[in-house]
């Protein structure tokens, strides 16, 4: 393997390869050293992954943790404000996302009924009609409009706020606050204000789901004695921001992609039947979730490199799903590709959650668009489409779009 790569000052971000692709120095770094060493703007010696078996690798080894307390939190950019770190994070309760087991089984564990692929199946005709509903509104809208308003976001903030019990007359609180949380280049006081009014928001609604339970998820939660106030508002916090922004991005850079793809478009209108496959290509193919972090509990030997104890490991899953080691022709987008096995949902203990719900949810969408607007198209040139470069999870801000109507 060559060591002669030029280590990375910070992680490589600007979309220089096109607004579906890698960066161009995680594709090279890829090529020649999957398991990099990469140096942290704060001056930590840390290491960045971008080879599929590798990554896989890291996320089934439980000795690449994702206690933030353990060590030292060192963030791979720039954070305006962001005093150099001299110690560990406190961990933040009912955070399982950051959590190992045991702690994190434990709350986890209290979840897992709700997700299961057999009540998401009962959910499918329901998150059906919520999208056919929309389709419906949007259907009666005047073209030009922005999918993402109109569409991409109604639809899984309906769903999540259905299925958490979180009033969905509160959606612009929490569409703002999530936002404005997942902005990279702020201040750093910014974030944590946007943090404390959804924590706050969402402690006071768990508070009032146990004095008053109804029949969602945030309800079954908080009739459990054992959990506090605290570890719900941790747990309604991921479930929440998890729930409802990487679908929507999804969705929008989904849709965004079949435009710029109209051959992939055009053979999902012709083989229905393809979704779901296509699903999990688009899946594999943007992976919006894209950067995780783990932290080095022993040195570790991975992909023919010694990470040592104490380092902050960085995986891209963009550029891990992208790895032609693992996927033919990776950067190629093909609806008809079995891409099942792809890292977008993570892999090991901290899989996504919700996987099932959120393939339920982009069927639904994508089907449903790609049937109900068969001249849709961008209204803008496509290099004048926003780009969520600034944001945690990737996507668009806006995806401006127009079809032909038909007369009535």
């Given at each position: 393997m060559s060591q002669t790569v030029p280590v990375p000052d910070g992680?490589?971000?600007e979309r220089d390869a096109g607004p579906f692709d890698p960066p161009r120095?995680?594709?090279r770094l890829r090529a020649a050293r999957p398991v990099s060493p990469l140096r942290f703007p704060d001056g930590h010696e840390?290491?960045?992954v971008t080879g599929y078996d590798e990554a896989r690798r890291l996320l089934a080894d439980n000795r690449f943790s994702s206690r933030q307390d353990l060590g030292v939190l060192h963030v791979p950019y720039e954070v305006p404000g962001?005093?150099?770190?001299?110690?560990?994070?406190?961990?933040?309760?009912?955070?399982?996302?950051?959590?190992?087991?045991?702690d994190h089984t434990r709350l986890r564990r209290r979840l897992t009924g709700a997700f299961t692929a057999r009540r998401m199946k009962e959910l499918r005709e329901h998150i059906t009609d919520i999208a056919e509903r929309q389709l419906e509104t949007l259907a009666r809208r005047t073209p030009p409009v922005d999918?993402?308003?109109?569409?991409?976001?109604?639809v899984p903030s309906l769903v999540i706020c259905e299925l958490l019990g979180v009033p969905y007359a509160d959606r612009a609180t929490f569409q703002s606050n999530t936002a404005a949380f997942l902005v990279r280049d702020q201040e750093l006081d910014a974030k944590m204000a946007a943090y404390g009014a959804l924590t706050g928001y969402l402690a006071d609604l768990v508070v009032r789901k146990r004095a008053d339970p109804?029949?969602?998820i945030l309800s079954d939660l908080a009739r459990q004695d054992d959990l506090t106030v605290e570890e719900l508002t941790g747990c309604a916090f991921l479930l929440l921001l998890a729930g409802h922004e990487t679908t929507v991005n999804q969705l929008a850079?989904?849709?965004f992609a079949l435009l710029e793809h109209p051959d992939q478009a055009a053979a999902l209108r012709a083989e229905p039947d393809l979704m779901p496959d296509a699903v999990e290509e688009l899946m594999r193919y943007l992976s919006v979730a894209d950067i995780f972090y783990r932290y080095a509990t022993e040195d570790i030997e991975l992909g023919g490199e010694t990470v040592g104890a104490g380092a902050t490991v960085v995986v891209s899953l963009l550029a891990a799903n992208r790895d032609p080691r693992r996927f033919e022709n990776p950067d190629t987008l093909d609806v008809r590709r079995k891409a099942r096995g792809h890292l977008a949902f993570g892999h090991g203990v901290h899989q996504c959650l919700g996987r099932q719900l959120g393939r339920i949810e982009m069927h639904a969408g994508f089907a449903g668009l790609l049937r109900r607007f068969p001249t849709l198209q961008l209204a803008v040139p496509a290099r004048e489409v926003p780009l969520r470069t600034d944001m945690n999870i990737y996507g668009v801000h806006a995806l401006p779009v127009t079809w032909t109507r038909t007369a009535p």
């Open positions: 992680l490589p971000m120095a995680l594709t840390g290491w960045l962001m005093p150099v770190p001299t110690e560990p994070s406190p961990q933040i309760p009912g955070m399982f996302i950051a959590m190992d087991p045991p999918l993402v308003e109109q569409f991409a976001l109604p109804g029949d969602d850079l989904g849709t």
